[in-house]
């Protein structure tokens, strides 16, 4: 046990004196060798972003663009803050990741316009009756069949085209995300005091959801859990997962709004 201690005090130290080199030189041997280092980080990220995707998109296209989101991170952290590397990697990781899925523009116009219609119906029921809407009052608001409500779910579901890597209360050009929000660790201490209070809301507003939902969501992104195993915890079907997920995300992201909205009334009052 002494020597595991030993092996893990000296390669922490050693990436301690490539932090310093690559700080004071900024050269490419440095910056290779903490690439190298953290690349593992890249993999990680691409199981988690590629378990609510379709099969057709490859996990390693993931990794190559995940890469990109690496070197800037690597390029753009400064050690002497004090602040945890890997946190602040992995949202850049991510965010490069979606950043090229987005470009791709692979998901169909149609699936688009589902995840729409069930966000803005999800939205719109929780403002007037403050409770997540049941299938069939989804249905009646979108003029569908339970059945159909439930199709367009798992469509949406595996397209993941709805998921908390979507954007959401950045400042313009800034690709925050729930996801980040949930997640994040240390950061500059005015954005960490902004991003502690969004925790707050979205930590109150994911207490409120049904125990299933709340579960996944816990699993999925505190655990760092992928869907297919979590089905097997939960012993339902990966799709199954799948679905759940995608309700609970529309819950959420429902209340979020409606918070939103009554923080701007808020404002306008005063």
């Known amino acids: ?89 992995m949202s850049r990781i991510r965010g490069a990741m979606i950043d090229a899925l987005r470009s791709y523009d692979w998901v169909p116009r149609s699936v688009r316009a589902k995840a729409r219609q069930l966000e803005r119906a999800t939205s719109t029921f929780e403002a007037q009756h403050h409770r997540p809407p049941t299938d069939a009052e989804l249905g009646e608001m979108l003029g569908l069949t339970v059945d159909a409500v439930r199709a367009a779910m798992r469509q949406v579901a595996a397209s993941g085209v709805l998921a908390l890597d979507d954007p959401f209360g950045g400042e313009a050009g800034e690709n925050l995300t729930l996801g980040d929000i949930v997640t994040a660790g240390e950061d500059d201490p005015v954005e960490e005091f902004e991003h502690e209070e969004q925790r707050h ?9 049904p125990q299933r939902e709340k579960l996944i969501l816990a699993l999925y992104y505190y655990e ?19 679905q759940i997920h995608t309700k609970a995300v529309l819950h959420l992201k429902a209340r979020l709004a409606a918070v939103n909205r009554d923080v701007g009334v808020a404002v306008s009052r005063d």
Request: aromatic share 8%.
């Open 201 to 209: 809301v979205i930590a109150e507003q994911i207490d409120r959801l």
């Open 1 to 89: 046990m002494s020597e595991n201690r030993d092996d893990n005090s000296t390669n922490h130290s050693d990436v301690a004196r490539l932090w310093d080199d690559y700080s004071r030189t900024r050269s490419q041997e440095a910056r290779d060798r903490l690439i190298i280092h953290y690349a593992p980080l890249v993999k990680f990220v691409a199981g988690r972003v590629a378990s609510g995707l379709p099969r057709s998109v490859e996990q390693a296209e993931l990794v190559s663009n995940g890469v990109f989101g690496l070197m800037d991170a690597i390029n753009r952290f400064e050690p002497e803050r004090g602040f945890k590397f890997e946190t602040y990697a």
């Open 224 to 242: 760092g859990m992928n869907l297919a195993d979590i089905g097997k915890v939960l012993n339902v079907t990966e799709s199954r997962i799948c």
